[in-house]
Nanobody
Framework: QVQLVESGGGLVQAGGSLRLSCAASGRAFSSYAMGWFRQAPGKEREFVAAVSWSGSRTYHADSVKGRFTISRDNAKNTVYLQMNSLKPEDTAVYYC???????????????????????WGQGTQVTVSS
C-alpha cells in the first residue's frame, strides 16, 4: 500500500506557474506508475499527466501539452507537476494517484483512465484568476 500527500497548490494569475508535489510513503515508490488528475466543480475527474515507473515515459492530456510537465524522483519518493502558462480553465482540485496495474504494460489507453489507479491523495486546490 502507498500513501500520497499533495502540496503546492494555491492562487495564481493567468499566465503564471505553479509546481505541485506528491510525496509517497509505504511500499516501494518505484513499483508504481504515477499520475495527476484534476476535478473542477460539477465536472468529472479528468486525466492530466502520467509517468512510468522509471520516469522514462510520460503522458500528457492534449489540454496541457506544452504547458505542464510531469516528472518523478524515485530517490525522494516524489512526483511533480510543473504547470506553466496557467489558464482560468485549469482551476480544479488536483489529485496525485498511484497505479500498480499490469494493464499499463499492455494497453497505452490505461494510463488515461481513472479506474487504472489504485491509490489517491486528498487533493490540492489550484485556482487561476483571469
Amino acid at each position: 500500500q502507498v500513501q500520497l500527500v499533495e502540496s503546492g497548490g494555491g492562487l495564481v494569475q493567468a499566465g503564471g506557474s505553479l509546481r505541485l508535489s506528491c510525496a509517497a510513503s509505504g511500499r516501494a515508490f518505484s513499483s508504481y506508475a504515477m499520475g495527476w488528475f484534476r476535478q473542477a466543480p460539477g465536472k468529472e475527474r479528468e486525466f492530466v499527466a502520467a509517468v512510468s515507473w522509471s520516469g522514462s515515459r510520460t503522458y500528457h492530456a492534449d489540454s496541457v501539452k506544452g504547458r505542464f510537465t510531469i516528472s518523478r524522483d524515485n530517490a525522494k519518493n516524489t512526483v511533480y507537476l510543473q504547470m506553466n502558462s496557467l489558464k482560468p480553465e485549469d482551476t480544479a482540485v488536483y489529485y496525485c494517484a498511484a497505479a500498480s496495474s499490469s494493464a499499463l504494460r499492455k494497453d497505452d489507453s490505461s494510463w488515461y483512465k481513472v479506474f487504472t489507479y489504485d491509490y489517491w491523495g486528498q487533493g490540492t486546490q489550484v485556482t487561476v484568476s483571469s
